[in-house]
Every structure is written in structure tokens, then in C-alpha cells.
């Protein structure tokens, strides 16, 4: 199983919006959609 780190994200409440419909979109928790969306910026800077 991986580790997972806990981190405390503060973020504009338009922008918490705006992520949790999109989670919601693709059937994923406002969590796993941050973190599958910093994964994605990370493959796609060649950094991962």
C-alpha cells in the first residue's frame, strides 16, 4: 500500500466549488481530485 502524506490545503471557496463539482463529475472525492490533478502537472512537466 502507498504511504500517503496528510497536508493542509487552504484554498479560495470559488475554487474548492469548482474542483468538488468537477469531482463530483468524474465520481472522485475533492481529495483524490487534487490529487489526480496534480499528478497530471507533474506527468506533463516531465517531473514524474
Known amino acids: 500500500m502507498m504511504d500517503k502524506k496528510k497536508i493542509l490545503i487552504r484554498m479560495d471557496s470559488d475554487?474548492?466549488?469548482s474542483i468538488r463539482k468537477w469531482a463530483e463529475e468524474d465520481f472522485r472525492s475533492?481529495?483524490?481530485?487534487?490529487?489526480?490533478?496534480?499528478?497530471?502537472?507533474?506527468?506533463a512537466k516531465g517531473r514524474k
Open 15 to 17: 475554487l474548492h466549488e
Open 30 to 43: 475533492v481529495n483524490g481530485q487534487i490529487e489526480f490533478l496534480l499528478d497530471n502537472a507533474l506527468k
